[in-house]
């Protein structure tokens, strides 16, 4: 996650144009819109795809981040969606690049979103193929027991809610719950 969800152009991408704050017809929020020839410019949430990949052990990959925002906390590996790619890609890629890890048997956890950050954070639980190693946006990684989450050092809100879900996923198999 690098650039910031929300940096967008002061200028219309059609026209050059400046653009001003107002509310177009019909619509019921202000936008920005190029006074010049009336393009939207609509400013979205941008899809994060990411994994908590598992290994037979039952431990679970974190990787501490390298990179501001939130440099020296500790996420699960993810990024922003490439067009042409699915969600699942996304995650697979983000894993191998921060991570050096492949991972296989993807299992949606839950989708995350608040009213703040312009993301939606699409979290799948994963199986870890072989060894992992830092990658270039991480200083780090380790392997967790769901009991050894360093819960105080996470990155994101999102992070922390998709490992709450994952923790509580963990205690319903084991109490072999069917859901
Ligand atoms: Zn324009």
């Given at each position: 996650m690098s650039s910031h969800p929300h940096s967008f152009g002061r200028y219309c991408m059609l026209c050059g144009q400046r653009l001003a704050s107002a509310i177009p017809g019909g619509d019921t929020k202000r936008r920005l819109v190029c006074?010049?020839?009336?393009?939207i410019h609509y400013v979205n949430p941008r899809p994060v795809a990411a994994t908590i990949p598992m290994r037979a052990d039952g431990r679970i990959l974190l990787a501490r981040r390298a990179?501001?925002?939130?440099?020296?906390t500790w996420v699960f590996p993810g990024g922003y969606m490439d067009a042409g790619e699915t969600a699942e890609e996304a995650a697979i890629r983000e894993t191998l690049e921060e991570a050096h890890l492949e991972v296989r048997d993807l299992s949606l956890l839950g989708v995350y979103t608040r009213t703040g950050p312009g993301v939606v954070v699409i979290v799948y639980r994963a199986i870890a193929v072989g060894e992992a190693e830092a990658g270039d946006e991480t200083s780090e990684i380790a392997w967790f027991r769901p009991g050894e989450i360093p819960w105080e050092q996470l990155a994101f809100d999102s992070t922390e809610m998709a490992l709450r879900d994952y923790v509580l996923w963990r205690l319903r198999s084991a109490a072999g719950e069917s859901f």
């Amino acid at each position: 996650m690098s650039s910031h969800p929300h940096s967008f152009g002061r200028y219309c991408m059609l026209c050059g144009q400046r653009l001003a704050s107002a509310i177009p017809g019909g619509d019921t929020k202000r936008r920005l819109v190029c006074m010049d020839c009336g393009f939207i410019h609509y400013v979205n949430p941008r899809p994060v795809a990411a994994t908590i990949p598992m290994r037979a052990d039952g431990r679970i990959l974190l990787a501490r981040r390298a990179i501001e925002p939130r440099r020296g906390t500790w996420v699960f590996p993810g990024g922003y969606m490439d067009a042409g790619e699915t969600a699942e890609e996304a995650a697979i890629r983000e894993t191998l690049e921060e991570a050096h890890l492949e991972v296989r048997d993807l299992s949606l956890l839950g989708v995350y979103t608040r009213t703040g950050p312009g993301v939606v954070v699409i979290v799948y639980r994963a199986i870890a193929v072989g060894e992992a190693e830092a990658g270039d946006e991480t200083s780090e990684i380790a392997w967790f027991r769901p009991g050894e989450i360093p819960w105080e050092q996470l990155a994101f809100d999102s992070t922390e809610m998709a490992l709450r879900d994952y923790v509580l996923w963990r205690l319903r198999s084991a109490a072999g719950e069917s859901f």
